[in-house]
């Protein structure tokens, strides 16, 4: 089974600085996505940014990027020039690129707190 | 487009009370739909997830069921809350196949408190 690593329970930045978040990955699979997602204080999860394994180039989205290193099973988020909006909650998550029923599930990490200081 | 409703969207209920929440998705057809919940602000736990109608997996043994009556509706259920049931229930949702579509679509959610 796949698991999801986050070590770093809470983090702070701030504001207009450059932060990031670390995962980490267990797999046995050569073909899968990773994503970051942001729980904000609504709760409502929204997709940050996505890898799929088999491209070597990073993922970037305005000013979040990954470091994505696939031999090292790690997977850190970026953001640049942070906002007071970017303070929220964030999972890593992993799916198998394999069809099929339980392959479409994400399995998550157990999250960072970013707070962004004025 | 597509979206996704949760309703509730808060609920308190008493220890031992049965309860229905509902989850439905509008703008595609035959979508993956999944429950997760999520305790004490943290990790999500995937409850349940069909692939179809009357198709329902579950992940983890629990006092909870699921059921998809219809194509888009997915229903969280139990006969009798407990105490460790409280949480923060999303309901999400994938397109059927493609690997463009990878990710996850979720719900707002449902604040579920049982005292």
């Known amino acids: 089974a796949q698991t999801v690593t986050q070590s770093q329970p809470e983090m702070s930045v701030q504001e207009a600085e450059t932060v990031t978040l670390s995962c980490t990955y267990d797999t046995s699979e050569s073909d899968y996505y990773l994503f970051w997602y942001k729980q904000p204080p609504s709760r409502q999860m929204i997709l940050v940014i996505r890898q799929e394994a088999y491209k070597q180039q990073n993922a970037t989205e305005n000013r979040f990027s990954v470091n994505f290193q696939k031999a090292a099973k790690s997977f850190s988020l970026k953001i640049s020039d942070s906002q007071l909006g970017d303070a929220a909650m964030y999972f890593c998550a992993y799916r198998s690129a394999i069809s099929g029923g339980s392959n479409y599930k994400l399995t998550f990490g157990k999250g960072t707190l970013l707070t962004v200081n004025p | 487009s597509q979206t996704i409703h949760q309703w509730p969207a808060t609920l308190v209920q008493p220890v031992g009370s049965p309860l229905s929440l509902e989850c439905t998705v509008e703008g595609t057809s035959n979508p993956n739909l999944y429950w997760y919940r999520q305790a004490a602000g943290r990790g999500l736990q995937l409850l349940f997830y069909s692939v179809g109608i009357g198709q329902i997996s579950s992940e983890v043994p629990q006092n909870l069921s699921a059921s998809r009556p219809q194509d888009r509706q997915f229903i969280l259920s139990s006969k009798k809350l407990l105490l460790s049931d409280s949480g923060f229930y999303l309901c999400?949702?994938?397109?059927?196949?493609?690997?463009?579509?990878?990710?996850?679509?979720f719900g707002p959610g449902t604040r579920l408190t049982v005292l």
């Open positions: 999400a949702w994938t397109p059927f196949g493609g690997r463009e579509w990878a990710e996850q679509f």
